[in-house]
């Protein structure tokens, strides 16, 4: 296992303080504001800790509300909403300095069988070949667009790309999940900038997830390829609205996400 992997995973392993409250913690080394996806995904954790293994994450909509600290850990303090035979609901409330910095309602399912559909996936297949440069995160990230990107250049709001952990992990349903969640915040926010490259100076751009909603349709392992599908239906307010699509590698849809973020010229 990559050491980046070993310390997300040491991220992840939130310390109890009291049933329904958890400490979370950061990479050794973090500096100015916290990522989004590693929030939203101890968020997550500490709300499954509450749940009866039983019942899988099947959807959370999250409100990104203050920018995180990296210098201080984040309590997570997690409210009971409900426990019903089929489904249970959590809210958790993600706090620094006694400030709210991040909410999340997240709802949990026993497993069941249904009526099945879904998207065929892109044509596309994983990398059989990463180069050496791109294993050096706790993911490995391969951006799946044969187009010339050149700096400066407009592209239509719509991108695809394959990652998978950088090493095996345990057969955890829950921590997949979260896994999951953690990669998600990676390249939605980028897409909906894409149209609009060398219309504006980088530096005088403000940017930051302003919301995320996910829902599992399948579980799915992370150390297996991911198809992450992405397109930018829409920017406007000073808001960029991205949507993903998550795929394995046989083509199944495994889960979906949306978000908002800020994009505000100063």
Same mark, same amino acid.
């Given at each position: 296992?990559?050491?980046?992997?070993?310390?997300?995973?040491?991220?992840?392993?939130?310390?109890?303080?009291?049933?329904?409250?958890?400490?979370?913690?950061?990479?050794?080394?973090?500096?100015?504001?916290?990522?989004? /996806?590693?929030?939203?995904?101890? #968020?997550?954790?500490?709300? /499954?800790?509450?749940?009866?293994?039983?019942?899988?994450?099947?959807?959370?909509? /999250?409100?990104?509300?203050?920018?995180?600290?990296?210098?201080?850990?984040?309590?997570?303090?997690?409210?009971?909403?409900?426990?019903?035979?089929?489904?249970?609901?959590?809210?958790?409330?993600?706090?620094?300095?006694?400030?709210?910095?991040?909410?999340?309602? #997240?709802?949990?399912?026993?497993?069941?069988?249904?009526?099945?559909?879904?998207?065929?996936?892109?044509?596309?297949?994983?990398?059989?070949?990463?180069?050496?440069?791109?294993?050096?995160?706790?993911?490995?990230?391969?951006?799946?667009?044969?187009?010339?990107?050149?700096?400066?250049?407009?592209?239509?709001?719509?991108?695809?790309?394959?990652?998978? &952990?950088?090493?095996?992990?345990?057969?955890?349903?829950?921590?997949?999940?979260?896994? %999951?969640?953690?990669?998600?915040?990676?390249?939605?926010? &980028?897409?909906?900038?894409?149209?609009?490259?060398?219309?504006?100076?980088?530096?005088?751009?403000?940017?930051? &997830?302003?919301?995320?909603?996910?829902?599992?349709?399948?579980?799915?392992?992370?150390?297996?390829?991911?198809?992450?599908? %992405?397109?930018?239906?829409?920017?406007?307010?000073?808001? /960029?609205?991205?949507?993903?699509?998550?795929?394995?590698?046989?083509?199944?849809?495994? #889960?979906?996400?949306?978000?908002?973020?800020?994009?505000?010229?100063?």
């Amino acid at each position: 296992m990559h050491p980046e992997l070993a310390e997300l995973l040491r991220v992840l392993d939130l310390e109890q303080i009291e049933v329904t409250l958890f400490r979370a913690h950061h990479p050794r080394g973090s500096q100015g504001r916290l990522y989004g /996806g590693q929030i939203m995904a101890q #968020a997550l954790m500490a709300a /499954g800790r509450t749940v009866d293994p039983a019942r899988a994450v099947h959807s959370l909509h /999250g409100y990104f509300l203050r920018p995180g600290d990296s210098s201080l850990p984040v309590l997570m303090s997690v409210d009971r909403i409900r426990d019903g035979q089929s489904f249970a609901t959590r809210r958790v409330v993600a706090i620094q300095r006694g400030h709210a910095i991040f909410e999340m309602s #997240a709802s949990f399912q026993i497993r069941e069988s249904g009526l099945e559909h879904q998207f065929d996936a892109p044509a596309s297949r994983p990398p059989t070949r990463v180069p050496d440069v791109l294993m050096n995160d706790a993911f490995v990230s391969f951006l799946n667009d044969f187009r010339v990107r050149k700096e400066g250049m407009p592209l239509p709001p719509r991108q695809s790309v394959w990652f998978r &952990s950088n090493g095996a992990l345990p057969d955890d349903p829950l921590l997949h999940a979260c896994l %999951l969640t953690y990669q998600s915040d990676s390249d939605l926010l &980028s897409t909906s900038r894409l149209p609009h490259r060398g219309r504006f100076d980088r530096a005088h751009l403000q940017r930051a &997830s302003l919301d995320h909603a996910m829902w599992f349709h399948h579980p799915a392992r992370v150390d297996a390829w991911i198809l992450y599908d %992405l397109d930018s239906p829409s920017a406007a307010g000073s808001r /960029g609205y991205n949507r993903g699509l998550l795929y394995d590698e046989h083509g199944r849809l495994v #889960a979906s996400a949306m978000q908002e973020c800020l994009m505000r010229l100063r």
